[in-house]
């Protein structure tokens, strides 16, 4: 019904930067919280970032505060998360999950996940 594709992740130096996107298709009536996950080796999955429906409401984990930024676009059903001076333990494979009404059944919302993008920093 929807999916959620990520991209923009890769091979980046420490110091450097990265733009991830997200971009959801399917049956969408509308899309609520956005949220960027990441996952690194035999870690657990952390929140990163999540913004709301409409955009003027972020949140950030401590790790990534001051370094990262989460923005959407509505009109493309986008959410990016820029993300500057990446240190190497920013490395995982970053999830985007979606809270979507779609359009057919009752107005509830349902949580969909991305098939993650890998992002490496190393030297």
């Known amino acids: 019904q929807v999916q959620l594709v990520e991209s923009g992740g890769g091979l980046v130096q420490p110091g450097g930067s990265l733009r991830l996107s997200c971009a959801a298709s399917?049956?969408?009536?509308?899309?609520?919280?956005m949220a960027w996950y990441r996952q690194a080796p035999g870690k657990q999955r952390e929140l990163v970032a999540a913004?709301?429906?409409?955009?003027?409401?972020?949140n950030y984990a401590d790790s990534v505060r001051g370094r990262s930024i989460i923005s959407r676009d509505n009109a493309k059903n986008t959410v990016y998360l820029q993300m500057n001076n990446l240190k190497p333990e920013d490395t995982a494979v970053y999830y985007c999950?979606?809270?979507?009404?779609?359009?057919?059944?009752?107005?509830?919302?349902?949580?969909?996940w991305g098939q993650g993008t890998q992002v490496t920093v190393s030297s």
């Open positions: 999950k979606a809270k979507v009404v779609t359009l057919s059944g009752p107005p509830d919302e349902h949580e969909y």
């Open positions: 913004i709301t429906g409409g955009g003027s409401k972020t």
């Open positions: 399917g049956s969408i009536f509308s899309i609520n919280v």
